[in-house]
């Protein structure tokens, strides 16, 4: 994650988490020692230690910042870079008034992927939950297990995870993704000239909310026809990309639109893993002009299927990179005038039921 950024290009996760009811913003704020510390990648720093290698090593605990407060702003889109090498890769918010509040937590996605970050809020507002109802003895919450620590060292063991390629045709396969192929980059519309500036505390986020009733239709019919609901999201944000394009862009139909879904590493022993990165990536790519053709959508489950049934397997493309690392070729491959996928698209699935054992 740290070979691929740049300070116009920030390797930065976002998420926002909506409270109803009120907030003791002090409890929250003197619950944030404690839970970090089961996540330490979150205070930590990033130093060089021999062949140029990153090595983690112990920071500041961040704070948690007020927004309202004298001085207090989330970054702009163009600031959110952090520099793991000067401050932890965590940044953490709250936007609080009598009845409804946000939690805005910006991190490092070498630190942690999205399912790390919500493991830390979820143990965040366990403690909180505790530390409010301690009093009273209302706390109904199960007691969080301890921190597993053996379990940060073990999930980059890539030993024992075979591909049925050779080293040079995986070299070859990503050379390909990354060098000699390049993705239409997604264009950006003109400002209004006419429009006000955003606030400082907008979070540049759209959101589109199913009600249940459409949600489970959707998935229904995915099932019947031995879809997935991750299928028709994934084919609905290659047509979007296509008719966004036809819009506000100005290339052809050669175009290639490319998607980078990252794709979960994680066992059902990893469910103790503090926050921390433990995905690997699939690129899917479609040229323009085919995204209006009948099987798409059967294209896009076919080859997402092969990556639900070997889903280890995408450790081998971390091989692939750990080798070009050694080497010093990393840089020559990720260079800033690159751009090798239109879009992500993530999927955290459902959320309620991987958390339940901790809310």
């Known amino acids: 994650m740290v070979l ?8 930065v996760s976002y998420l926002e988490c909506e409270l109803q009811g ?44 007020r927004l309202g407060e ?23 918010f709250v936007d609080a008034d009598a009845n409804r509040s946000r939690l805005l937590l910006l991190m490092h996605h070498a630190c942690t992927d999205a399912l790390g970050m919500l493991t830390f809020l979820a143990d965040w507002l366990n403690a909180y939950g505790h530390a409010t109802t301690a009093a009273s003895g209302d706390a109904k919450l199960p007691p969080l297990p301890p921190p597993n620590w ?8 890539l030993r024992g995870v075979r591909s049925h390629r050779t080293l040079t045709e995986r070299l070859r396969r990503v ?27 907008t979070t540049h986020n759209c959101e589109q909310r199913f009600d249940e009733a459409t949600f489970r239709q959707l998935r229904t019919a995915c099932r019947e026809r031995g879809l997935t609901l991750n299928d028709l999201l994934t084919t609905a944000m290659l047509l979007t990309i296509g008719d966004w394009e036809q819009e506000y862009g100005t290339g052809s139909s050669g175009d290639m639109i490319r998607l980078i879904i990252p794709v979960s590493r994680r066992t059902e022993a990893d469910r103790a ?23 798409l959508l059967a294209g896009v489950h076919q080859e997402m299927e092969h990556v639900r049934r070997h889903r280890v397997q995408i450790v081998n493309l971390l091989k692939t990179v750990r ?15 690159r751009c090798f996928a239109t879009a992500v698209f993530s999927n955290l699935g459902d959320v309620a039921t991987l958390f339940s054992d901790r809310l």
């Open 273 to 295: 893993l503090s926050a921390v990165n433990k995905i690997g990536y699939k690129f899917l790519s479609r040229m323009r002009r085919d995204l209006g053709d009948d099987g």
């Open 175 to 201: 050379v390909q993704i990354l060098r000699t192929s390049t993705p239409r980059r997604l264009s950006i519309p003109k400002s209004d000239p006419s429009q006000p500036p955003d606030s400082p505390a």
């Open 22 to 65: 009120p907030l003791d913003v002090a409890a929250l704020e003197a619950t944030l020692p404690e839970t970090l510390a089961r996540h330490p990648l979150l205070t930590a720093l990033m130093t060089r230690h021999g062949r140029n290698c990153p090595v983690w090593i112990p920071g500041p605990i961040p704070r948690l910042q």
């Open 70 to 92: 004298v001085g207090v702003v989330l970054p702009p889109l163009d600031h959110e870079f952090l520099d793991l090498t000067q401050e932890p890769g965590c940044r953490l």
């Open 4 to 11: 691929d950024e740049w300070p116009s290009h920030p390797m």
């Open 323 to 337: 080798w070009m690392q050694r080497l010093g070729l990393t840089r020559w491959l990720l260079p800033k005038s």
């Open 150 to 157: 053996s379990l940060l060292a073990q999930r980059e063991d």
